[in-house]
């Protein structure tokens, strides 16, 4: 069974920096579309970023292409996203999500994708 599952949310101070991490079970994502997805409560989900894992570079929203970055750990099955110069906006709960797939045009909506984790929360004040 596919599972996902992150971390390193927390509350921040704005301007500071988060890394969060999503670790991969009971599947090796080897060719997969991986994104980063973020919700508030009352607001549509929104892409963040997506990566995928059989080669080439992560596509971003331009909204926040200069302050996030998604790395991958193969060997650790890990996904990370990096957000640096965090903004009070960046406050939500953060998914990650995968969906296996064999081409490496990535799907950019949330509703392209069938594995989920349970999400991390960031909270920024300002």
């Known amino acids: 069974q596919v599972r996902l599952l992150e971390s390193g949310g927390g509350s921040v101070q704005a301007g500071g920096s988060l890394r969060l991490s999503c670790v991969a079970g009971g599947y090796t994502f080897t060719q997969a579309c991986m994104p980063w997805i973020r919700r508030v409560p009352g607001k549509k989900s929104e892409l963040v970023g997506v990566i995928y894992t059989g080669g080439g570079s992560p596509w971003y929203l331009d909204s926040v292409k200069d302050r996030f970055t998604i790395s991958l750990d193969s060997a650790a099955n890990t996904l990370f996203l990096d957000i640096n110069s965090l903004e009070p906006d960046d406050t939500a709960t953060y998914y990650c999500?995968?969906?296996?797939?064999?081409?490496?045009?990535?799907?950019?909506?949330?509703?392209?994708?069938?594995?989920w984790g349970p999400g991390t929360q960031v909270i920024v004040s300002s």
């Open positions: 999500a995968a969906r296996p797939q064999t081409v490496p045009e990535c799907e950019r909506s949330p509703s392209g994708y069938n594995f």
